[in-house]
């Protein structure tokens, strides 16, 4: 399984249509991790859904600090790798911070995942 981490909440402003479309260039990691034969994983597939359980209505809301990161950290310890895709953010370099304390790989390119199949 590869976390893929890369911005979702940076330079947003918590808009709704910014988010949906940080979460739409994360989520164009997953075909081809999938076809390299491996499992993609995105925190916020997770997170999201948790925080609505919680009672949150948005990832501004006080609980989402109770869920978004510790989600991803929970998440890290089933992953066997971090895919990091370019742009600023805390919770993807918390993310890779994790993954090389815990010893496990950090690709920054989907091309040097093992396993990888051009299109």
């Known amino acids: 399984m590869i976390l893929i981490a890369g911005p979702f909440r940076s330079g947003t402003g918590d808009d709704p249509e910014l988010l949906a479309r940080n979460l739409t260039r994360l989520e164009e990691a997953a075909w081809p991790i999938f076809r390299s034969g ?3 994983m995105i925190g916020e597939w997770v997170a999201l ?4 359980g919680a009672g949150g ?11 978004m990161y510790p989600t991803a ?3 890290l310890h089933h992953c066997d790798a971090v895919l990091r895709l ?7 370099d918390q993310d890779v911070a994790i993954a090389l304390s815990r010893g496990l790989d950090v690709y ?12």
Not at 57 to 66: C, G, L, R, S, Y
């Open 49 to 52: 859904p948790v925080l609505r």
């Open 38 to 40: 491996h499992v993609p």
């Open 86 to 92: 370019p742009g600023e953010s805390t919770g993807a």
């Open 108 to 119: 920054h390119r989907v091309e040097d995942i093992p396993g990888y199949q051009a299109a």
């Open 57 to 67: 209505k948005t990832v501004a809301d006080p609980i989402a600090k109770e869920v």
């Open 73 to 75: 950290d929970r998440l």
